[in-house]
């Protein structure tokens, strides 16, 4: 998969994936925000260019092309172990990207110290196994895309799995608001 970086003078990197329309450029300020020393690795989604990139196919009837998310989300577990970097690992998503890390953390639990999720949607995610990656989830009260009652029946379903989840619901949309982003700088200090 396709990726930016930009290296920092810390032992922390943020794994950033973007949301839909969005490319590799879309969470750097919130990520400066949040800690302007940390490493940066954003990757880019393949699925189409422009307006429609994503991490993978679009919903259809309000349902995902499971096995188009399952070749996605093999061919990054693939190459993950290589890419890793040393330190501690947050992975950051918004939107289509925070779907696509509840994807990757179905298949591998442990795959970070910690996982912000912002705005995903309740996609019926499975998980098997328990975890000690921390997740903090955000949604927005008004959000149409991500609905708020969805968001908090998938942080329930999160915390059964994952005991170090936090769980916030904001007032405004789908989008990433400095409110947020001071919330995440707070919980991840």
């Known amino acids: 998969m396709e990726q930016f970086n930009i290296a920092g003078n810390s032992n922390t990197s943020f794994i950033l994936f973007h949301g839909t329309g969005g490319n590799e450029y879309s969470l750097l300020q919130a990520v400066g925000d949040i800690d302007p020393a940390a490493h ?26 499971r096995a188009d998310l399952e070749r996605r989300v093999v061919k990054f577990l693939k190459d993950w172990p290589q890419q890793k970097p040393e330190g501690k690992v947050i ?13 990757l953390l179905e298949k591998e639990p442990d795959l970070a110290d910690t996982v912000v999720l912002l ?7 499975r998980f098997s196994r328990t975890s000690t990656t921390a997740l903090i989830l955000t949604a927005g009260a008004r959000d149409t895309i991500s609905s708020p009652g969805e968001s908090l029946k998938l942080s329930k379903t999160l915390a059964a799995h994952f005991p170090q989840t936090t769980f916030k619901l904001f007032d405004h949309g789908h ?5 947020e982003v001071k919330f995440i700088r707070a919980q991840l200090a």
Request: charge should be negative; aromatic fraction near 14%; hydrophobic fraction near 35%.
């Open 40 to 65: 940066i690795r954003a990757y880019i989604g393949e699925f189409a260019t422009g307006k429609e990139r994503r991490f993978f196919a679009p919903l259809q009837n309000g349902q995902v092309d």
């Open 91 to 103: 992975m950051l998503g918004y939107s289509n990207g925070a779907n696509f890390l509840l994807a």
């Open 119 to 125: 705005h995903p949607s309740n996609l019926t995610y």
């Open 175 to 179: 989008e990433l608001t400095d409110e």
